[in-house]
Nanobody, 124 residues
Framework: QVQLEESGGGLVQAVGSLRLSCAASGRTASTYALGWFRQAPGKEREFLSAISRGGMATVYADSVKGRFTIARDNAKNTAYLQMNSLKPEDTSIYYC?????????????????WGQGTQVTVSS
């Protein structure tokens, strides 16, 4: 069992920055790939980025590539999403998710665990 808790959301002006954190707990938390998703009202959940269990492999959606950076501190069992150059269309609830990592991120197409989400609002 893995528990995920996001933090760091809030209100920010356009072109500003935020850093989200995802604290993972559970005996096997460090063995999971961690990913970030978001879902705005009336829209489907969107994959943003993921990082392998060791932190050596990362992947980004085109919509955030070059603006968002994912990182991981396994000593703290925490993943981060640094979000720069934020736009009003980035306004959403951001979720952390975990899935077994077996050399690829395919597990994150159907994550085993989800956090409760954190709201990010970008004003124009």
């Amino acid at each position: 069992q893995v528990q995920l808790e996001e933090s760091g959301g809030g209100l920010v002006q356009a072109v500003g920055s935020l850093r989200l954190s995802c604290a993972a707990s559970g005996r096997t938390a460090s063995t999971y790939a961690l990913g970030w998703f978001r879902q705005a009202p009336g829209k489907e959940r969107e994959f943003l980025s993921a990082i392998s269990r060791g932190g050596m492999a990362t992947v980004y959606a085109d919509s955030v590539k070059g603006r968002f950076t994912i990182a991981r501190d396994n000593a703290k069992n925490t993943a981060y999403l640094q979000m720069n150059s934020l736009k009003p269309e980035d306004t959403s609830i951001y979720y952390c998710a975990a899935a077994p990592f077996t050399g690829s991120f395919t597990g994150l197409s159907r994550p085993d665990y989800w956090g409760q989400g954190t709201q990010v609002t970008v004003s124009s």
